[in-house]
């Protein structure tokens, strides 16, 4: 090995190192720009066990969702739907229009439905997204007045649906619910 050589690996490991930095360097900036103003970092995913917790809080707000959302159809009571959703709710709003729509008819909706294949798809200490199936598994429309049953209604193929939770005050809320379809299609979810 002659004396030249050594000058030579020296420029090689520092041009190297060079390149090493400048790579970091930019994508670092990348990250920061991508990331915008005022934005935090990463945020650390929970622990473990705050995870099983977050999960369990889930799975129920899911599991009560559409009990009291079909009671609210079946009272003709929007207002068994406070405390469900997102302030400020399209979706809320588009259920209370729907409920009031029925009941200035004079009818009331009572579902029966089964929903299965629940499945969390994302989780995080603020935001969730569930897979899940569901079906009416029949049902009448009634009387408003005297709940007579107007007219029955048959079981319905079952759906594959996404509903999206956020946490607020402590609790899971409904932010939005669409099809797995309209989802996978670039939804809004």
Do not use: H
């Not at 030579?8 to 930019?26: E, P, Q, S």
């Not at 705050?50 to 889930?58: F, G, K, N, Q, S």
């Not at 759906?159 to 309209?182: H, M, N, P, Q, Y």
Request: no cysteine; charged share 25%; proline share 4%.
């Amino acid at each position: 090995m002659s004396a030249a050589a050594g000058p030579n690996n020296a420029r090689k490991v520092l041009t190297g190192a060079a390149i090493a930095v400048t790579t970091i360097a930019i994508i670092v900036v990348a990250i920061l720009l991508v990331r915008g103003d005022g934005e935090a970092a990463v945020t650390p995913p929970p622990p473990q066990e705050d995870i099983a917790t977050l999960r369990a809080e889930v799975i129920e707000a899911v599991a009560t969702f559409f009990p009291r959302q079909q009671r609210a159809y079946a009272a003709g009571d929007v207002r068994l739907l406070d405390g469900i959703f997102v302030p400020g709710s399209l979706y809320e709003q588009d259920i209370q229009a729907d409920i009031k729509k029925w009941l200035a008819r004079g009818e009331l909706i009572d579902k029966q439905s089964r929903t299965t294949d629940v499945e969390l798809v994302s989780l995080d200490a603020q935001k969730a997204q569930l897979r899940f199936t569901y079906a009416i598994v029949g049902g009448a429309t009634r009387d408003a007045k005297t709940r007579k049953v107007k007219a029955r209604y048959p079981r319905t193929k079952e759906i594959v649906w996404r509903i999206f939770l956020v946490r607020a005050d402590g609790k899971w809320l409904v932010d939005g619910l669409e099809t797995e379809e309209s989802v996978l299609k670039g939804g809004t979810g």
